[in-house]
């Protein structure tokens, strides 16, 4: 119970700050959208292979703009020292990676939000009853994207150009993450229906688990390091 | 109360920033902490806050090994540094707020309002931290740190920022803390203003502690005494190396009193 107040008046405050800079939010935002169009206009994929391109063009797109608001993560910390203020008061080091990973979700859920539709439209996709599920799957994937980028974005936080080192030491780590989202994705946008995919589901949720356990564990030694 | 430090090192990569720095401090004690650019002062503050981890050597609090580990530790020790610790895009209002949510001193907001009063920025309150001004981002930290009460408080040189009335403001705070039985440690270059409110001064050396001073007679002679110290080197004669260099004698001028 600690942890979760702990984590939420984290989350209250990055959102707060958000709120009032909107520096995130719209660079991603812009980003995701941005990268949408280039696709529509790059590729010319014909109806009977939709199922089994667009979900990795959506699913990189989110990747891109995901990692840009996670170079962004503790960015604001960094200004004034306030890492060490956090670091200095009574807050557990698992709070602070829950609440830093929760607010990189939710700006992340929000972007989503708003560019998936825009991704239904540009690619002509029919089947709007699948776009719950699809949400439901997104949301999975980009949970286990927050909980690690979290981690290697703390990791990274003093190299020197973390911009450059944060995607090369994500991406290898996010490789079955990726393909357990694109193959369920894959799977609902071809049937509606996971099907042979369920055990890329278990993948994905197992995935989720494990980094947001490890997260939680060993985020004290990451930081304070 | 008594935090014991034991050949507490840092080293930072090849270099020592601090050696074999030994020292015992007790309940009420106000100590002092000098010397010129780079003789290890914030690296003592650091390791003392646990934002650094040391090299070697041990602090023990209460018994206890260390100012880290389990949370409830950390929360005793108070860091002050002018304009650093705060969120910028938060009020003031906020900022307390926020800080004392998270040290689980669930402040109300009478409590709140008077701790931004008694630091003079009541009216203030609700502007970002970003508009304030340094002397007051260092006031608005004064109102911070009594709401929360360390146990230990560590100042990094608090008064470059201060006017006079916030010069009086933070040595009222910090008489008053040592009076309820805190320990507080200053470093500074201040040093007729520090060593008037402390009872004892370490003077550091090239990360070496060549003094530790307490203040048994008048201020006078206190104050002497620890400019001697400063006018040494760490094997007790004049600084020949900067003598060598700069053709000149003892610390910078602007450490003596």
Redesign the interface.
């Known amino acids: 119970m600690v942890l979760l107040k702990?984590a939420s008046?984290i989350l209250w405050?990055d959102l707060?700050?958000e709120l009032?800079?909107r520096e995130s939010v719209l660079t991603m935002f812009f980003f995701g959208t941005l990268l949408l169009f280039v696709f529509h206009f790059a590729f010319d994929v014909p109806p009977q292979t939709i199922a089994e391109l667009t979900p990795a063009l959506l699913w990189l797109a989110f990747l891109f703009t995901g990692t840009l608001g996670l170079a962004q993560l503790f960015g604001?910390e960094k200004?004034?020292?306030?890492l060490?203020?956090?670091?200095?008061?009574?807050?557990?080091r698992g709070a602070l990676f829950v609440g830093k990973a929760s607010f990189n979700f939710l700006l992340m859920a929000l972007v989503e939000i708003v560019v998936m539709p825009l991704f239904w439209i540009l690619f002509n996709l029919r089947s709007w009853t699948h776009m719950p599920a699809l949400f439901g799957i997104v949301f999975l994937g980009t949970l286990g994207f927050c909980v690690l980028g979290t981690l290697m974005s703390a990791t990274t936080m003093t190299a020197r150009a973390r911009e450059l080192i944060l995607p090369l030491v994500l991406f290898p780590l996010m490789i079955p993450l990726i393909l357990a989202t694109i193959r369920c994705m894959e799977a609902i946008l071809r049937t509606g229906q996971l099907g042979d995919a369920a055990a890329w589901l278990r993948l994905l949720i197992g995935f989720d688990v494990i980094f947001l356990t490890v997260g939680v564990l060993i985020f004290d030694w990451v930081v304070?390091a | 109360m008594r935090l014991i430090v034991r050949d507490l090192s840092k080293a930072y990569g090849l270099s020592w920033a601090l050696k074999d720095l030994t020292f015992d401090l007790t309940a009420g004690d106000l100590i002092a902490l000098l010397g010129s650019n780079g003789a290890g002062k914030t690296t003592v503050l650091k390791l003392l806050?646990?934002?650094v981890?040391a090299t070697s050597g041990k602090i023990v609090f209460d018994g206890k090994p260390g100012l880290r580990g389990e949370?409830?530790e950390?929360?005793i020790?108070?860091?002050l540094?002018p304009?650093?610790?705060?969120?910028?895009?938060?009020t003031a209002r906020?900022n307390l707020k926020?800080?004392t949510?998270?040290?689980?001193r669930n402040c109300s907001a009478s409590e709140i309002d008077t701790a931004l009063s008694d630091v003079g920025l009541a009216r203030r309150a609700n502007e970002y931290v970003a508009a304030l001004s340094s002397g007051m981002k260092c006031r608005l930290s004064i109102a911070k740190w009594k709401l929360l009460d360390p146990v230990l408080m560590l100042l990094d040189e608090p008064y470059g920022v201060l006017d006079a009335s916030g010069v009086e403001l933070l040595e009222n705070f910090l008489c008053d803390h040592c009076a309820k039985g805190r320990i507080v440690i200053i470093a500074s270059h201040h040093l007729e203003r520090v060593l008037a409110i402390s009872s004892r001064a370490i003077v550091l050396n090239q990360g070496k502690m060549i003094s530790d001073q307490r203040r048994q007679q008048s201020w006078e002679s206190f104050k002497t005494a620890v400019n001697d110290c400063l006018r040494m080197d760490p094997n007790g004669g004049i600084d020949k190396q900067r003598e060598g260099k700069n053709g000149r004698q003892g610390p910078a001028p602007s450490l003596l009193v």
């Open positions: 702990q008046l405050k707060l700050l009032r800079r604001l200004e004034n020292r306030c060490d203020a956090l670091l200095l008061a009574q807050v557990d304070e | 806050a646990g934002l981890h949370s409830g950390r929360s020790v108070g860091f540094t304009g650093e610790h705060l969120y910028d895009n938060l906020e926020f800080f949510a998270l040290y689980d």
